[in-house]
C-alpha cells in the first residue's frame, strides 16, 4: 500500500505530463497507458480499458495491462455497470459475482473492477480498472476521485480554449484584406 504523500506526488507528476494539446482520444489513451505504468502497484491494477462513447454506446479504443477474456467490444449505456459509473463518475464493483457486476453480465473478466467516466456528453469516456488482489477501497476511490475531477477539469480547460480560438478565427475571417476606398 502507498503511502498518501507518495500517492499525491505520483498523481501530480501523471497530470504534470500531460500534454493537453494532444485530441481528446489520444490525450486519454495516453493517459491510461501512464496511469496503468505509474499506479498499477500502488493502487494494485491488473489492467485497464478505455472506452469512448459512440452514438449509442461506448466502443473500446484502448487496453493495457493483463486485461484477460472476454472483453466487450461495445458497451451498452442501459447496462447496470455503465450506468452506475455514469451516475456516480466514480464505481466500484468489489464483488464480481454480485448481481449486475461487469463480470456477470459478461462483459469483462472475472475481477473486482473500477470505473470512472470523464467528458461530457456527446464526448465521453469510460475507463475500467481490473483489480489485482489486495486493493484498498478508501486509497483506489480516492485516487480514481482525484483523477476524474482533475481530468474533466483539464477538457473543460481545453474545450473553453478551443471555443476562444474558433471565436478568433471567425473574427478574424470578418475582417477585410485592404481598407475599401473612400472619396476624397
Known amino acids: 500500500m502507498a503511502t498518501a504523500k507518495l500517492l499525491y506526488r505520483r498523481l501530480d507528476a501523471l497530470f504534470g505530463s500531460l500534454k493537453t494539446r494532444r485530441s481528446q482520444p489520444k490525450l486519454l489513451e495516453n493517459f491510461l497507458e501512464d496511469c496503468f505504468a505509474n499506479l498499477k502497484d500502488d493502487l494494485r491494477l491488473r489492467g485497464g480499458l478505455l472506452y469512448a462513447e459512440r452514438r449509442d454506446n461506448f466502443a473500446l479504443v484502448k487496453a493495457v495491462g493483463d486485461t484477460g477474456q472476454p472483453l466487450a467490444e461495445v458497451l451498452d449505456p442501459a447496462l447496470l455497470p455503465l450506468a452506475e459509473v455514469?451516475?456516480?463518475?466514480?464505481?466500484?464493483?468489489?464483488?464480481?459475482?454480485?448481481?449486475?457486476?461487469?463480470?456477470?453480465?459478461?462483459?469483462?473478466?472475472?475481477?473486482?473492477?473500477?470505473?470512472?467516466?470523464?467528458?461530457?456528453?456527446?464526448?465521453?469516456?469510460?475507463?475500467?480498472?481490473?483489480?489485482?488482489?489486495?486493493?484498498?477501497?478508501?486509497?483506489?476511490?480516492?485516487?480514481?476521485?482525484?483523477?476524474r475531477a482533475s481530468f474533466d477539469a483539464r477538457l473543460v480547460d481545453a474545450r473553453v480554449r478551443g471555443s476562444f480560438r474558433e471565436a478568433a478565427e471567425i473574427q478574424q475571417s470578418l475582417l477585410v484584406e485592404e481598407p475599401p476606398p473612400f472619396p476624397g
Open 86 to 147: 455514469a451516475r456516480h463518475r466514480v464505481y466500484i464493483f468489489g464483488e464480481p459475482d454480485a448481481e449486475g457486476s461487469p463480470h456477470r453480465l459478461g462483459l469483462l473478466p472475472r475481477a473486482a473492477v473500477a470505473g470512472l467516466l470523464v467528458g461530457q456528453r456527446p464526448q465521453r469516456y469510460a475507463v475500467f480498472f481490473l483489480l489485482a488482489d489486495g486493493w484498498q477501497r478508501d486509497e483506489l476511490d480516492f485516487a480514481l476521485n482525484t483523477i
